[in-house]
């Protein structure tokens, strides 16, 4: 059928994600491959676009799902919603990216009151039909007409409670009956209309109910959290039903063809016997391990493991697979590539490569920085004594402390002041993402692996542990309740160890991770060490950006050089300033002739001569790059009210005030300015004060002749920041090169270091032509050149409106995170070309925090710079980010 919106899964594959979403998309690719798939078909996400446009869906929509369900009804050979042995359907949401549990599905769509005795009669289980026709009463009346989940449950609950049984099974035909009567009841009183009886109006109502989904507001939270586009759509998937709530010999279930925690190969999964859909998510009852299935329905198992196999050789990578069984009968209703943890994302790639599946290349796109930052993180010491207050399934790892809270809205109002929470609910459901988002960890105390809890906090990174069971959580009172009694009121302190699946009371001990031992020590382990090393191996073998650290001591040195450093791209010479020296430089802001200033910088140069030399040895034969003095220099002074303050209480007592405190606030006074970082700093500090490029490049150069005579060989190379017009720069550098040529005349040996500049003014980029002639090396400062192009003071801006401007969608991500490709990014980039082409062999480098920002990363690397320098924890992943960018390609990286 050649239609604009509408497509049988006969018709698509894997490749159309875009315009069938992927649960489509693969629908369509495992119906392909031969698998047991309900037949069905997929209304693509444009349909959804024109909806949320114009608030109408196209108006060809209606008779394409109407021919497409006749051919979907002449291939079972049942007609929707029929009297006798009806066809039931559910409709699907599923978008491009994966938002798993954040939109809406209606399942069993089709049944009424003449079907429902239809199905009832044809399936000769007449239990199964009233729980289905419940379901859908139910369903529909929360997702399409809107009446809040809860008035529902009520009933259930009360029926449950009237009856003395554990869940939904419990209930017979009778109750169910009745439950389907009050809940139309309901639905007629909340909505103020009928549930309606005609299958093809319950069709077009649960597909438009679909479509609005897409801006419900958990799937506008998640998107904005993974930083998914609002304006994609979802496609809306129609499938015919097949039931695992039709008896013991029927079941559903998810199953993982590796284990998602670790990577292990092996069986992973849950099975829920006589359940629907949702049941296994949701957590309503306990599910079992998929082991149990093999015991229970051999038969199903075989073929359902046969499945794991074909689809995992098929789509090269860990899937993850949702699957049902009616009466014996195994049927495949959504594969996707699974989400995983970190540590198994290395370790499956790595996996698959040593089995020949992919390639490096292609393993390279699986993993990122942020995956391995995620395995630096501390882990709890398990030395450490103390019993956990309750044990559960591990279900995303890392180590967590916070203070527990029981509901979202006092996990996001803690959150929001700063303090970090641990949330613990009974089990979660999708309206609870805004507190996961805001919480360090989830506990649950029901629900397994693939709980919603499990799925959505792996998916974020979030420690995560399902079904602590011993753990009694009272969330009207507030308080849980460990398995050896210990009460916990909400705001008291928690330890969650997701690795493990424990949780203990009070904050227990951090170690190092194996993975940051890996790195500290350079000692291999099998397991996540190994695989992170070998592509720490391969990162570097491809990459074309090097990558320096930003270091300002000897320490800080070496430990950059153990994690894999090149050398120092910015070396903050203030730090040195600052602690037991802060006099000094205060004797040299306070100095009124020459003579004082010198012997105040007579003072401080033999200090940083030592700096510099123990910098260089910890670096030798590499570039280190020496920033000359950057920030205004009230920031060496005391604070202004403070010392305000101090002057006015000595006058209160009637004291005369110290003389030195006196000149102090004078110089206070004098350097105070409205807008520091606009004003007198950087080179323009160099031009200022007089003497002081000359004391910082003596030290250097004579620490660069220290080196030298030692038997090193130091490479120290000097940047001037903050140059917004050639003149300075040429004028510092004479500067530079005269006292270099001094020192090297009265040491005997010439002294060479290159000078270079920062980039960090937009226009120092914009006539980047004309300082590349006078620089040796240029050094993008892409914090200060953020702030200058946006002209915001990051501080400033993250202390009031950047939280507002992210929740609102007016940004996508702070630009102090990722590089503003269009703004900051042209700049960059045209400094770049203007700058090489004046100067050809010119150097470039980054050295802001966005040089350790894998989506920064792949911009530099786009750009052609020639190297990063970010502070040495984010080297390891500046360096994988640095391979992934030289050889992953867009459709990689998409492929996902
Ligand atoms: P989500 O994207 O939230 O997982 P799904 O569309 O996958 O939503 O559907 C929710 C649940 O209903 C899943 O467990 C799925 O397997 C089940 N389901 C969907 N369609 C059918 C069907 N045709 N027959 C039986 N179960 C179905
Ligand atoms: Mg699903
Ligand atoms: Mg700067």
């Known amino acids: 059928m050649a239609t ?69 009804e002449r291939s079972i050979g049942r007609r929707l919603g ?28 089709g049944l009424n009151d003449t079907s429902v005795l239809g199905l009832a009669a044809a399936s000769g289980r007449e239990r199964f039909a009233w729980d289905s026709y419940r379901r859908l009463v139910q369903m529909y009346g929360a997702t399409v007409l809107g009446v809040p989940a809860a008035r529902f449950e009520e009933v259930l609950t ?37 549930f309606p009886q005609d299958p093809r109006e319950q069709l077009a109502g649960a597909v438009l109910a679909v479509f609005r989904s897409w801006n419900g507001e958990r799937a506008r939270v998640y998107r904005r959290r993974e930083h998914i586009p609002d304006d994609l759509g979802t496609a809306v998937t129609v499938q015919a039903m097949v039931f695992g709530n039709s008896g013991r010999d029927s079941g559903t279930g998810v199953a993982f063809t590796r284990d998602p925690g670790t990577g ?159 949330l613990v609910r009974p089990e979660t459901r999708p309206d609870d993402l805004p507190g996961m988002i805001a919480a360090e960890a989830v506990v649950t105390g029901r629900g397994g692996k693939t709980s919603h809890a499990a799925v959505v906090a792996r998916g974020m990174g979030k420690v995560c542990v399902c079904g602590a069971a011993d753990l009694d959580i009272d969330v009207e009172g507030r308080r849980c309740t460990g398995a050896d009694g210990t009460v916990l009121e909400q705001g008291a302190t928690v330890s969650v160890d997701g690795t493990a699946g424990t949780v203990y009371a009070g904050a227990l001990a951090l170690v190092p991770s194996p993975v940051s031992r890996y790195l500290e020590t350079g000692v291999r ?34 430990r950059a050089r153990r994690f894999g450093a090149r050398g120092i791209g910015l070396c903050r010479t203030e730090h040195m300033f600052l602690g037991p020296r802060r006099p000094l430089v205060e004797d040299l802001i306070l100095a009124r002739t020459d003579a004082d200033r010198r012997l105040a910088l007579d003072a401080l140069l033999p200090l940083q001569r030592e700096d510099f030399t123990e910098l260089l040895a910890a670096m030798d034969g590499l570039p280190v790059t ?43 006074e004098r350097l105070h300015e409205q807008n520091p970082m606009l004003g007198l700093r950087g080179v323009r500090l160099a031009l200022t004060i007089p003497g002081l490029v000359a004391t910082q490049v003596r030290a250097i150069g004579e620490a660069v002749v220290a080196r030298v005579r030692a038997g090193g060989d130091p490479r120290a190379e000097i940047m001037i920041p903050l140059v917004a017009t050639v003149e300075e720069l040429r004028i510092v550098r004479a500067e530079v090169e005269r006292v270099l ?112 920002d894998p989506e920064s990363i792949r911009f530099f690397h786009e750009v052609g710079v020639d190297y990063l320098s970010c502070s040495p924890f984010r080297l390891p992943a500046a360096r994988l980010e640095a391979g992934r960018a030289a050889v992953v390609t867009a459709t990689d990286a998409d492929s996902r």
């Open 264 to 422: 292990r190969p092996g069986v992973y999964g849950d099975y829920l016997p006589d359940a629907q859909g949702e049941d296994v998510v949701s957590g309503v009852r306990d599910a079992l391990p998929l082991q149990n299935l093999e015991r229970l329905d051999p038969f199903s198992y075989e073929r359902l493991i046969a499945v794991l196999r074909l689809l995992e050789a098929h789509y090269r990578d860990l899937c993850d697979v949702e699957f049902t069984i009616e009466r014996g009968r195994l049927w495949v209703l959504q594969t996707r590539v699974g989400k995983r943890t970190a540590e198994a994302a290395f370790r499956i790639a790595c996996a698959l490569v040593d089995e020949g599946t992919i390639t490096w290349a292609q393993a390279l796109a699986r993993v990122d920085g942020r995956q391995l930052d995620q395995l630096t993180f501390p882990r709890f010491d398990t030395q450490a004594d103390g019993a956990p207050l309750a044990h559960g399934v591990p279900a995303s790892p890392g180590a967590a402390v916070g203070a527990v809270v029981f509901d979202v809205a006092e996990a996001v109002r803690r959150a929001a002041t700063g303090e970090r929470v641990v």
């Open 82 to 109: 029929a009297a006798d042995d009806p066809l039931l359907v559910s409709v699907r949401s599923g978008a491009r990216f994966s938002m798993p549990g954040m939109m809406d599905t209606i399942l069993d769509v």
């Open 4 to 72: 604009a919106y509408v497509y049988d899964f006969g018709e698509g594959s894997r490749e159309q994600a875009e315009l069938l979403g992927g649960k489509g998309a693969n629908l369509a690719e495992m119906t392909r491959l031969g698998l047991p798939v309900p037949p069905g078909f997929t209304i693509g996400t444009d349909a959804c676009r024109v909806f949320l446009r114009t608030g109408a869906p196209p108006s060809a929509l209606a008779d394409e799902i109407a021919e497409h369900l006749a051919g979907l």
């Open 741 to 852: 040529a001094e020192v090297g005349q009265a040491a005997g040996t010439p002294v060479h270091c290159p000078v270079g500049t920062m980039i960090e003014l937009p226009r120092a980029a914009l006539t980047a032509a004309t300082i590349a002639p006078v620089a040796d090396f240029f050094s993008f400062g892409t914090n200060d050149l953020t702030q200058t192009t946006w002209g915001l003071s990051r501080d400033d801006a993250e202390a009031s409106f950047l939280a507002g401007y992210l929740e609102r969608g007016i940004l996508d991500v702070s630009p102090f995170e990722t590089i503003d490709r269009a703004g900051v990014g042209r700049l960059v980039d045209l400094a770049t070309r203007e700058g090489r082409r004046a100067s050809p062999g010119l150097r470039i480098g980054v050295c802001g925090e966005h040089a350790g």
């Open 525 to 558: 382990s099998a397991g996540v060490v190994e695989a992170v090393a070998r592509f720490l191996e391969q990162a570097d073998a491809v990459r074309r950006l090097h990558v320096l650290a930003n270091a300002d001591t000897a320490e800080d040195a070496a």
């Open 158 to 194: 009360r029926y449950r409670r009237r009856l003395g049984v554990a869940d939904d099974l419990g209930l017979g035909v009778g109750e169910l009956t009745e439950i389907v009567g009050e809940f139309r009841r309901i639905v007629r009183e909340v909505a103020g209309e009928e």
């Open 626 to 668: 020496i920033r000359l003095l950057d920030p205004p220099l009230h920031e060496f002074l005391p604070d202004h009210t403070e010392s305000a303050l101090r002057l006015a209480r000595a006058r209160a007592r009637g004291e005369e005030p110290e003389p030195r405190a006196v000149r102090v606030h004078e110089a206070i």
